[in-house]
């Protein structure tokens, strides 16, 4: 297995809250992603990146941000956490953009 | 805009039976991918296509690829209990890094 983790892997916060997702990866792989996972919509991208300090928006990327200051780390924060972002959030990586993508264990988030 | 859509999403099999789950996208792309997701689990590369013509094969799964059409197909032989698990394709946009992915197919596989 790939070595991607992600922290915390479950959690519970209240709306407006700020929230940071961590995923760590051991691969030194170039392209890391977030994806949200919702019923029926399969797993949509938030944010990814190319490298150190390069990142770029996915198809879901408002109200998310998005640092990544290491190859092994990508954090994702919800600034103002909403209901809307209760979801499962995976983190990917890839060696190259063309290759698969290689999927953390998840974090469940609950916004109440 | 790439869309990805899958069919069936929901698909009840009896063990022994052969099926087919398709998945049709909206735009060029000669990239398209194919992973498998346990119940709370994450989710578990099966197949990687990439031009037109590709066909891969592992056990009892066998995934093509049509660019011309925009359509691939998982076909699922002989099915087996362990075989339950939902399955998404994913197709790669303009820029490989923008992964467009299918609603996902519930495969139940019963005895």
């Known amino acids: 297995d790939a070595g991607i983790t992600q922290s915390p892997r479950h959690k519970v916060t209240e709306t407006g809250t700020p929230v940071t997702l961590r995923c760590h990866q051991t691969?030194?792989?170039?392209?890391m992603y977030w994806y949200r996972q919702d019923p029926g919509h399969g797993l949509r991208l938030i944010h990814y990146?190319?490298?150190?300090?390069?990142?770029d928006k996915g198809e879901v990327s408002d109200g998310y941000s998005v640092s990544r200051s290491k190859t092994e780390d990508f954090l994702l924060t919800l600034e103002s956490a909403t209901s809307s972002q209760t979801s499962v959030y995976f983190c990917a990586i890839s060696g190259m953009s063309t290759d698969t993508q290689y999927f953390g264990p998840g974090t469940r988030l609950t916004v109440l | 805009e790439l869309k990805v859509e899958q069919n069936p999403l929901f698909l009840s099999m009896q063990e022994g039976k052969n099926y087919t789950i398709y998945c049709n996208y909206s735009t060029t792309s000669d990239r398209l991918y194919w992973y498998r997701q346990d119940p709370g689990k994450s989710l578990e590369s099966l197949f990687v296509?990439?031009?037109?013509?590709a066909v891969k094969q592992e056990g009892r799964l066998m995934a093509s690829l049509d660019t011309k059409a925009r359509l691939s197909t998982l076909h699922i032989t002989a099915a087996v209990h362990d075989l339950s698990a939902t399955y998404f394709c994913?197709?790669?946009?303009?820029?490989?890094?923008?992964?467009?992915f299918g609603a996902g197919t519930r495969l139940t596989v019963k005895p």
């Open positions: 994913a197709v790669a946009g303009w820029n490989n890094n923008d992964m467009r």
């Open positions: 990146s190319y490298g150190v300090k390069d990142t």
């Open positions: 296509l990439l031009s037109n013509g």
């Open positions: 691969e030194n792989h170039r392209y």
